[in-house]
């Protein structure tokens, strides 16, 4: 039982026009930087009656679990996580509910229709700089708490976080390592699936990015151009390329043996492995032959393999490349490990996933489906670090300056659905509720219906 009072505010306004309001306020002060957006989020939190506490970090010294960046991937300034909390009964359930308040660095925005920092509306969306990147999560998580501070309900505990993300910041991890904790997680954040409040993230795969630096011969010349006397020259791109030929024949056969049938229904296969950049040479000097060719490459695969799984696989295939030709024998490529995170899952069994799609149900009238397509979601943070089961979701947004694309926007509709959703899944879980097995019955029978269209 929560015993503050509900600020003046959500007296006056209900819930989704409170959680709106608060949206804009959080793109306005986006402009002014991070620290701007966790002030605004910690004072509304501290009005709600939450015990606010401020944890500073350097994201260089958080420990990880499944989970690794080079320095250069990584952020690299001390951080601040903004931690609110609901004290509730210990014999309840607790809940941590975590979104993040950085988005993606301020650069070009010629290109925007729409004041990025105004978050005006215009047909039923929202737009501005992060506000699906992930200003909608933290003001949805906001407003949900701000709207069940002064149940009368016994609960357990609820969390909410507005932690850094971008860029291995690490807050999450952080967090869960500093004795924060809980029975359960909910991770908040919009997605450009298409499909928004009617599903449900619960797997994410793991994801591995990397290089491979392969070593090649000029033509021994002193002739500015090489192309009369490139047979004479060992290609680094000829090698790269036997390598790269080895990297997709290991993709197709992975493709084949590594099941995992939620994926596969959707893309029909479990893992993939790409070439996605070829680096050598330059255009304005075509005749020449250079020293280095550089592939850079990205790996995703299913919960059920483990990083260092994968690795040896990968590796193993480039020392059979390699061993099979007499240049790359003398000269092996380095393999430059970028980055990785290991997957995470819950079973649309458990008890959460039950929880959050019940309250999907009843406030959206439709049944949500899995989606395992998120690759490297934070939703793996709890699980992968803490043991914690956590599902994630989040309203209808496209356009996401992180994709390079311009008028970052959330569907304002499907967004006070979200809050709606958010503060149902708490005041349930938080409260003990356990989906009633006719509910049950009647979402696996509309899951059907929805598969079947």
Sequence with gaps: MYTVCI??????????????????????????????????????????????????????????KGEFAIDRARAKDRRKAIVGTLSGSPQLPSLLVFAHPDGEMIGDISQWRHDPF?????????????????????????????????????????????????????????LLHNNITADASL?????????????????????????????GCPPETTEPGHTAFSHLAENPIDKALIIRSALVTLAEERAKRVRYPQIEALVGRATNLHVSKITCG????????????????????????????VKVEIEATIGKAVEADNWLRDHPPQVVWVSGVTGGEVSTDHPLYQTAAAAILK????????????????????????????????????????N????????????????????????DWCSGFVPDPNQEK???????????R
């Design 7 to 64: 600020p003046s505010h959500q007296r006056i306004l209900g819930i989704n026009e409170t959680a709106t309001i608060l949206l804009k306020e959080l793109c306005q002060a986006q402009v002014r930087g991070e620290t701007a957006v966790q002030k605004l989020i910690s004072e509304r939190l501290v009005a709600t009656g939450c015990l606010v506490e401020e944890f500073e970090y350097d994201p260089a010294d958080v420990k990880v």
């Design 118 to 174: 105004a978050g005006s509306i215009e047909n039923g969306r929202l737009f501005g700089w992060g506000v699906a990147d992930d200003l909608a999560g933290c003001a949805a998580a906001v407003a949900a708490l701000e709207s069940i501070a002064n149940s009368d309900k016994p609960m357990g505990s609820v969390i909410f976080a507005s932690t850094p993300s971008k860029r291995h910041a690490r807050g999450v991890s952080a």
């Design 187 to 215: 991770y908040l954040h919009p997605a450009e699936s298409g499909s928004g409040m009617r599903e449900i993230k619960a797997v994410a795969s793991g994801h591995m990015e990397f290089q491979i630096i392969v070593k």
């Design 282 to 309: 330059d255009m304005c000097r075509l005749s020449r032959i250079e020293d280095t060719c550089i592939l850079g490459c990205a790996v995703s695969f299913p919960p059920s393999e483990t990083i260092n799984q």
């Design 363 to 402: 406030i959206t009238g439709e049944a949500p489906s899995n989606n395992p397509m998120h690759t490297s979601s934070d939703i793996r943070n709890p699980i992968v670090e803490a043991g914690i089961p956590c599902i994630g979701l989040g309203c209808l947004a496209g356009d996401l300056s992180q």
């Design 404 to 427: 390079n694309s311009h008028d970052e926007w959330i569907d304002l509709a499907d967004f006070h659905r979200m809050v709606e959703v958010t503060k149902a899944i708490v005041a």
């Design 442 to 452: 009647r979402f696996n029978q509309t899951s059907n219906i929805n598969k079947e």
